[in-house]
């Protein structure tokens, strides 16, 4: 393990276009790909200012996101605002537990581990951490991935606002906390693409 | 080879690769502090719109939700309910009400809050968006300038929970029918108003209050009558049968009209605050009474037939009515006379109640009294009639019967006490009796019997007549007949008798036209008598007519 050699060391950039190694001899004046002339850096500049930037933004946007409304529903049972925290307690208190659960997972448990997971990966790129790196590597990983969940519950609101348009006996419309909530998942996803994961490894004296 | 050339690329390469675009990457730390702005932004806001927080008690908290509940105001949410609990005594149910910024000029001392729930009346039916949206908690804001966080609401919503423009007032009237809240007020078929009040007053008369709303409260005079329009009036008139009513809710739920009244009735300039509610239209529309007079009359003969609310005529016009009925006991006499008091009302006397009061004949009980006493002295007295052949109704006619008897009047006496005369109908009724008597003292078998023997002599005579009379009176008339033919040959013109008699008569004429000659010659010269005719004189006139022809 401790003998694999890091790129710098051995003069090497990879293309992250076409992945193309090149040695950083034969870049072009101004760090182009050779092949592709994709911009290449060793690492991505700015990288975890960048993410720190989006992440902050996340959790910012995050509040609004929880405090406003996301739907209103009106009809002849009456008109309620709903709040995604209280979407969910509705649900598990009339026993639709599963439903809650779902929601729960989509809107506050995943933004929390993205928030938690990227912030722990910063803190520990900050303070060239070796602890752990393949974990965390891992967890970059599943960050990305589960990115693109957190979108349920905004297609949640678009398809019953789509939907459930009968007049007088039921409409729902979207209401600003679910552009917040968008604005969370999307901040969060830049946020992720903004780390360059190399920066776990690498060994900084 | 990897070594070497790395070493001088190392140097250069830093050159290009950082200078490039340094401030781009810094351009992310826009998207934090925006969010940072709008959600500060969202916050302030949210808590600029921070309303008031109220609290309202109700005896019932039916159907009130924590959260759900919503407090309207035009049918706008403008707030909804934050906790229900109930009060210290538990006699009330606390509920509180967050309410938005916007609300709170809603909130004065006395603003109204009540629970609408679904409510199903004949007039009107409201609320029924509560059957499955449950209950809201409606609002109507008030007028005083000191707002208030507590508040008592109300069990029934008020009649008008937002006030449109109008004008309110208050009826007053002896009983309210089958008005109730909400009933229509009509002007000419016209719905313009609703009920939204009704009291029973402490005097137990019965206070309604009404609404009109705006462009028609124009119609509202010092003039105006109102009265009960509830029901169906059917009239048999001369005209025929004639069935009126407002509509059929106010058939069915009460209803008020109103329509100006006699113009002359009325002086005052003011509108007054409280009008009164007549029982019907014919009431409402009379001229107004004033106050009335109580009279007493003692009648001493049985009056099957009349009731309370009798008529009471003088000289024909309905001045009052019959109040009560009573037996009362003479003790000289030992009879039951029967007292029947009326109220009068002088007023309905019209122009002759006018000319008294010009002359001060109703200044005071005494004038009045002294003036009904002279009234008496001149005949007046009070009669039952019959109202009604078929229904035997009674009715009081107050008329002047000079024939009757000299009555004692005391004006002394409160109330007034009317001499009386007995019933036409029961003088009638003697004469009737009078008449079925003698009828039945007639010896009516004995008339009879001499009837049938006068006929049986007349059946006699007649048959004689029949078989001797009759063919004698054939040959007479048949003589008779003969005489009168040869009577009428005789006058015929061309009879010798009737022409000898024309020259006879034409004879006789011209022998009197010589004896009037003679009798005018004798008159001009009675000498011709001793001395003879003297030849005469031709007259000249003829020639001069002859001699003016000729020309």
């Known amino acids: 393990m401790m003998a694999l050699r890091q790129s710098l060391e051995l003069g090497l950039a990879l293309c992250r276009t076409c992945g193309l190694a090149v040695s950083r001899a034969s870049l072009e004046s101004d760090g182009r790909c050779p092949r592709c002339q994709s911009r290449i850096e060793h690492r991505t500049p700015f990288s975890t200012e960048m993410t720190l930037a989006w992440l902050i933004a996340g959790i910012v946007l995050y509040i609004p996101a929880n405090l406003l409304p996301v739907m209103h529903t009106g009809g002849l049972m009456g008109e309620a605002d709903s709040t995604i925290l209280g979407g969910i307690f509705e649900f598990w208190r009339s026993g639709d537990w599963d439903i809650a659960l779902l929601i729960f997972i989509a809107s506050v448990a995943v933004p929390f581990t993205k928030f938690i997971a990227i912030g722990l990966l910063l803190l520990t790129v900050r303070y060239n951490s070796r602890w752990q790196q393949h974990q965390r590597t891992a967890l970059y990983r599943i960050v990305e991935f589960i990115g693109y969940w957190s979108m349920l519950d905004v297609i949640v609101v678009a398809l019953t606002s789509a939907l459930m348009q009968f007049q007088v006996l039921g409409t729902a419309e979207p209401r600003a906390g679910i552009a917040f909530f968008c604005g969370v998942v999307v901040v969060t996803m830049l946020s992720a693409l903004s780390f360059d994961p190399r920066l776990i490894w690498d060994q900084r004296a | ?551």
């Open chain 2, 1 to 551: 080879m990897s070594a070497a050339p790395t070493q001088p690329s190392d140097d250069e390469l830093p050159t290009p690769l950082v200078k490039n675009r340094r401030w781009i990457p810094r351009l992310v730390w826009v998207v934090p502090i925006a969010a940072a702005v709008i959600g500060i932004s969202l916050l302030i806001k949210n808590w600029e719109n921070q309303g008031p927080q109220i609290t309202i008690s109700f005896l019932s908290g039916e159907g009130v939700q924590v959260g759900k509940t919503l407090v309207k105001y035009r049918d706008v949410t403008v707030g909804h309910v934050s906790a229900v609990g109930l009060s210290a005594d538990h006699k009330t149910v606390l509920v509180s009400a967050d309410l938005s910024k916007d609300a709170e000029s809603l909130l004065k001392a006395d603003t109204q809050f009540w629970i609408v729930r679904p409510r199903i009346g004949v007039g009107s039916v409201s609320g029924l968006g509560t059957l499955l949206s449950g209950v809201y908690i409606g609002l109507k804001t008030g007028t005083a300038t000191l707002s208030e966080s507590h508040f008592t609401g109300l069990e029934n919503p008020p009649a008008l929970s937002h006030g449109p423009h109008g004008r309110e007032l208050q009826l007053h009237a002896a009983r309210a029918g089958s008005l109730s809240v909400g009933a229509p007020v009509y002007f000419r078929q016209f719905q313009v108003g609703r009920v939204i009040d009704e009291n029973l007053l402490p005097d137990g008369s019965t206070r309604v209050s009404v609404f009109v709303e705006a462009p028609y409260d124009g119609f509202l005079k010092p003039v105006t009558r109102f009265w009960n329009a509830s029901g169906i009036d059917v009239r048999l008139g001369a005209d025929g049968l004639s069935v009126q009513t407002e509509s059929l809710a106010a058939v069915l739920a009460g209803g008020l009209a109103f329509d100006d009244g006699p113009t002359e009735a009325v002086a005052a300039e003011n509108m007054p605050g409280e009008f009164t509610l007549y029982k019907n239209e014919t009431e409402a529309m009379a001229p107004p009474d004033g106050d009335p007079r109580y009279i007493r009359m003692r009648f001493a003969q049985a009056l099957r037939g009349i009731d309370v609310g009798a008529p009471i005529e003088f000289v024909g016009v309905n001045i009052g009515s019959v109040v009560a009925v009573d037996l009362g006991y003479d003790f000289q006499n030992k009879t039951f006379p029967v007292i029947v008091t009326a109220k009068v009302y002088p007023r309905r006397m019209g122009q002759a109640y006018e000319v008294l009061a010009a002359q001060g004949k109703t200044e005071s009980e005494e004038t009045l009294a002294a003036f009904v006493g002279t009234m008496v002295n001149r005949g007046l007295r009070a009669q039952p009639r019959s109202a009604s052949l078929l229904t035997g109704k009674l009715y009081i006619a107050l008329d002047f019967l000079p024939a009757s008897p000299r009555a004692a009047f005391d004006s002394s006496i409160r109330p007034l006490e009317l001499p009386t005369v007995n019933g036409t109908f029961q003088e009638l009724e003697a004469g009737v009796a009078r008449i079925v008597k003698k009828v039945n003292d007639l010896p009516l078998e004995q008339i009879v019997a001499d009837l049938h023997t006068d006929l049986t002599d007349l059946h006699e005579i007649l048959s004689e007549l029949h078989t001797r009379a009759l063919p004698n009176a054939e040959d007479t008339l048949s003589a008779l007949h003969r005489t009168l033919d040869s009577a009428d040959r005789t006058l015929d013109v061309e009879s010798p008798l009737q022409r000898s008699l024309s020259e006879t008569l034409s004879e006789s004429r011209s022998t009197l036209q010589a004896v009037r000659e003679l009798a005018a010659y004798l008159d001009r010269h009675p000498d011709a008598l001793l001395r003879g005719r003297r030849p005469q004189k031709m007259p000249q006139r003829p020639a001069a007519l002859s001699s003016d022809a000729k020309p």
